[in-house]
């Protein structure tokens, strides 16, 4: 069965925005965490059926900062698993679908992903992650 990781919230200030998911809505904070390479900082909640992610932007020329003075705060992208990533790229490269990154990325846990741009994902940004092997 597909996964949903995780929903993607951005907020202006995270550190702000933590007391209403974690003490009003009583969510478990897993992990706070800087992402220099994506210039964001991020929290993670769990939960079951899939995770929420809080991310600040870091750099004001960064488009995470650019959806944020544009749009606001409010829901930034979806985040599906998927257990080939090299193999999924491919498929939506040769489909025609824009994708931001060429070749997966890794994130400071070792989990690689990648972005498809939300033009060719009906308006939403759709981060994929590979799913751990034995997950
Ligand atoms: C370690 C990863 C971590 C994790 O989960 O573990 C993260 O999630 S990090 C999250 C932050 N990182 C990213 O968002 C990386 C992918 N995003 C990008 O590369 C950019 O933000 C991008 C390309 C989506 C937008 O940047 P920019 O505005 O510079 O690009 P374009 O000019 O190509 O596109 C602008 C166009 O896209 C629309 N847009 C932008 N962001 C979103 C969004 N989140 N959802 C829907 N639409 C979005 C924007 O409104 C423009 O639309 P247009 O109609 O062309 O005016
Ligand atoms: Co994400």
Do not use: W
């Amino acid at each position: 069965m597909p996964r949903l990781n995780h929903v993607a919230i951005v907020v202006e200030d995270l550190e702000a925005a933590l007391p209403f998911f974690r003490d009003l809505l009583g969510l478990p904070l897993a992990r706070v965490a800087d992402a220099p390479a994506e210039q964001v900082r991020v929290a993670f909640f769990p939960m079951e059926g899939g995770e929420i992610e809080l991310v600040q932007p870091t750099d004001p020329e960064s488009g995470v900062a650019k959806f944020l003075a544009r749009r606001g705060p409010g829901l930034h992208h979806i985040c599906v698993e998927v257990e080939d990533l090299d193999g999924t790229l491919k498929r939506l490269r040769e489909a025609g679908v824009q994708l931001i990154h060429e070749s997966p990325l890794v994130g400071s846990d070792g989990t690689r992903y990648a972005f498809i741009h939300p033009r060719s994902a009906f308006g939403v940004l759709v981060e994929l992650y590979e799913r751990a092997s034995g997950a």
